[in-house]
């Protein structure tokens, strides 16, 4: 296996597997995410996209630097929202809940799961899930960012 295949591997794999974790957590365990935990999906999302791309056209470099940088990215916001949630540092938002047209505004809102942005919903060893997401994501990243950079 080449290093370009590596690194679409990984860049692949690491984004879709720790979104699979963030699902799981949502709807199995009821770990509703915040606002900044969102955050931290859409730019998997992006990388998921880019690094289909890097399978589809064979020899290109391109898509899967892109796919790793979003990687990157959603570390890096994991790494921010770790630091709220520690009190390290404090956040610029308030943590919204979103309301679905037609329905009664005020009993959407009293309904909806209140999930503060500052408040570690779970943590292992004492690293959060936004602790964990910037551990594996800027690993992944960087690892594919290594990869690609060899040629041979």
Known sequence: MTNLQKARWITLLVPAALL???YISQYVFGLFPCEMCWWQRYPHFVAIVFALIGFAVKGERWPVALAAL???VSGLIGAFHAGVEYGWWEGFTRCTSMVEKGSDPLAAVLAAPITRC???QWSLFG???AGFNFL???AGALAA???LGRRR
Do not use: F, H
């Open 118 to 120: 500052d408040e570690v």
């Open 145 to 147: 960012l290594v990869l």
């Open 127 to 129: 690293i959060s899930l």
């Open 20 to 22: 699979g974790g963030a």
């Open 136 to 138: 594996i994501s800027t």
């Open 70 to 72: 979003a990687v990157l």
